[in-house]
C-alpha cells in the first residue's frame, strides 16, 4: 500500500493504487470543508468486462457502474429500472479516418462511406435506445453554441443517399467499374464497439465495400493512435472537458496532432480556429466556430456516428448524484445511505 499523498485542494487524497486497477482516495482531514464531506473513502475499479461489472453491482458490491452491456439494456430496464439512469451527456462517438493515405486521403471516399451508415439503426438497435444519432461533431447540449452545424445531406431519404455514395465512390475509382474497397476497421474490444463495427460493415456492403475488423485492448488501441502509424479507420470519441465548441473542433487543427487522430490538416479550418480563439465578441466567436463545423462535416475527416447519452447505474442508497451533461458526479456531494 502506498502512502498517501495529503494535499490541501481536494476532498480526497490517494492512499492506494494496486496493479489490479483498484484505487481508493481517502478523505482529506485538510480540506476546507472536510466536516461536510460524508464519504470516508471513495474506491475505484477499471472494469472492462461490462457484464461482470453489472453482476457486481446487482450483488450491491459496488454502487454505480457507467456503462451497460448492449445486449443487456432490456434486461435492466426491466429489472433495475430505478436505478439505470441515462440522460444526455456531452460526448461524440466517431471513427477517425487516416487522411495521410489513400484513398482515405479523398473526401469523396469519406463522404460515400459516411452517408452509407443508419445511424438510427445504430442508436435504436445497437445501443438499445442509449445513444442518440450523430449528425454534427459538436454534440447539441452547450448553452452558448445554439445548435450545432449538421451534415448537409442529414434529412436526405436513405436511399437516395446510398445511391450519392455508390456515385462519389465510382468517381473516386470504386465500385463495379473500378477498383475493389477494402476498409479496416480497428476498435478497442468491448461488446459494444464490436457490434457497432460488425453493423457498420454490413452497411457497407451494398456499396460494395469489404471490411475487416480488428480488435486491441483500450490500453493497446489508444496507445497505437498516439503512436499514429498508418491505419485505415479507427474507433475514437471525445467528452468535453468544458461546455465549449472549441473543446470538440480543435481535434481537427493541423497543430493537435497529439489528438487529431485523423491527421487532419486544412488551412481554411486553421485559419477560422484560430480567429475564434481571439474573437472577443460571443456572437462573432460562435459564427466562426459554427463555419469551422461545417468545413470539418463537409471534409469528414472523422465519420460522426452517435451522440453519447451517460448511463449510469447508480444505487439507490447513493444519494446526491446529479445528472449533468458533463457526467461528473463528484464525491464531495456524494453520501451511502445505510
Do not use: C
Request: net charge negative; glycine share 6%; aromatic share 12%.
Amino acid at each position: 500500500m502506498r502512502p498517501a499523498h495529503l494535499v490541501t485542494n481536494g476532498p480526497f487524497v490517494l492512499k492506494e493504487f494496486t496493479p489490479n486497477d483498484r484505487l481508493v482516495l481517502v478523505k482529506n482531514p485538510y480540506y476546507y470543508d472536510a466536516a461536510r464531506v460524508e464519504l470516508d473513502a471513495e474506491i475505484f475499479y477499471s472494469l472492462e468486462d461490462r457484464s461482470a461489472a453489472l453482476r457486481r453491482f446487482m450483488a450491491g458490491e459496488i454502487q454505480s457502474y457507467d456503462d451497460v452491456p448492449v445486449e443487456q439494456i432490456g434486461f435492466v430496464r426491466s429489472h433495475l429500472d430505478e436505478a439505470f439512469k441515462v440522460t444526455p451527456n456531452l460526448g461524440s462517438y466517431f471513427y477517425a479516418f487516416d487522411t495521410r493515405h489513400k484513398p482515405f486521403d479523398d473526401r469523396r471516399v469519406r463522404q460515400a462511406l459516411s452517408m452509407a451508415i443508419d445511424r438510427e439503426f445504430l442508436a435504436e438497435r445497437i445501443w438499445g435506445g442509449t445513444m442518440d444519432p450523430g449528425y454534427s461533431f459538436v454534440p447539441p447540449g452547450i448553452e452558448s453554441y445554439d445548435a450545432p452545424a449538421t451534415v448537409a445531406w442529414k434529412d436526405i431519404d436513405p436511399y437516395e443517399r446510398e445511391d450519392v455514395s455508390k456515385r462519389l465512390l465510382a468517381e473516386a475509382g470504386f465500385g463495379p467499374e473500378g477498383q475493389k474497397l477494402e476498409v479496416e476497421i480497428r476498435f478497442n474490444n468491448s461488446e459494444n464497439h464490436r457490434a457497432t463495427a460488425v453493423a457498420i460493415a454490413d452497411m457497407w456492403k451494398a456499396l460494395g465495400v469489404e471490411t475487416r475488423l480488428l480488435a486491441s485492448d483500450a490500453t493497446s488501441h489508444y496507445a497505437f493512435l498516439r503512436e499514429k502509424p498508418t491505419f485505415d479507420l479507427a474507433r475514437s470519441g471525445w467528452f468535453a472537458d468544458y461546455p465549449d465548441a472549441q473543446n470538440f473542433l480543435f481535434l481537427g487543427q493541423s497543430d493537435n496532432q497529439p489528438l487529431n487522430a485523423a491527421s487532419f490538416t486544412n488551412k481554411s479550418y486553421d485559419r477560422l480556429m484560430n480567429e475564434a480563439q481571439v474573437e472577443g465578441l460571443p456572437e462573432r466567436r460562435r459564427a466562426i466556430l459554427h463555419e469551422a463545423e461545417g468545413l470539418l462535416l463537409d471534409e469528414q475527416p472523422y465519420l460522426v456516428l452517435l451522440t453519447y447519452r451517460s448511463r449510469n447505474l447508480v444505487s439507490p442508497k447513493l444519494k446526491g448524484f446529479e445528472a449533468n451533461v458533463l457526467d461528473n458526479h463528484p464525491g464531495r456531494y456524494i453520501s451511502i445511505s445505510p
